[in-house]
């Protein structure tokens, strides 16, 4: 991974702007805290899955996030091993906490939790 004097210009512009977005800012952050699935996120920013979709395929195709098919699942989370990484961990630690809708999602018996 490297540190974030070393990422170019050229690489980290891009991905800032894909962050510029609410939603995939709040993704991200939401990521920080564990994998998630497409129907968790589609709960929680009351978006159809298709739009849902967009925002994370664009995530995925920066390399900012992995993607992982399990069964009809398809989960997400950060991807650590993208030489962006330390970009998107710095921006994401001046974030409020994401945990509490992650929270709310399993009171509610929303969250999907894998034991495949």
């Known amino acids: 991974m490297k540190t974030l004097q070393e990422i170019p210009i050229e690489k980290a512009a891009p991905v ?3 962050l510029g977005d609410k939603t995939r800012l709040t ?3 939401m990521l920080y805290e564990g994998e ?4 968790e996120f589609t ?3 009351k978006m159809s899955q298709p739009s849902i979709s967009q925002h994370l ?3 995925r195709d920066a390399g900012v996030v992995n993607e992982e098919r399990r069964g009809q ?3 997400y989370s ?5 030489d962006l990484y330390a970009l998107a961990e710095s921006i994401i630690m001046q974030l409020p906490s994401q ?3 992650l929270e709310e999602l399993e009171k509610n018996g929303n969250r999907v939790i894998w034991c495949g």
């Open 36 to 39: 998630c699935c497409v129907c």
């Open 99 to 101: 945990i509490g809708k």
């Open 43 to 45: 709960e929680i920013f």
């Open 27 to 29: 993704m991200l952050a």
């Open 73 to 75: 699942w398809v989960f």
């Open 78 to 82: 950060l991807n650590k091993d993208n």
């Open 16 to 18: 800032l702007k894909l």
């Open 57 to 59: 395929r664009k995530l």
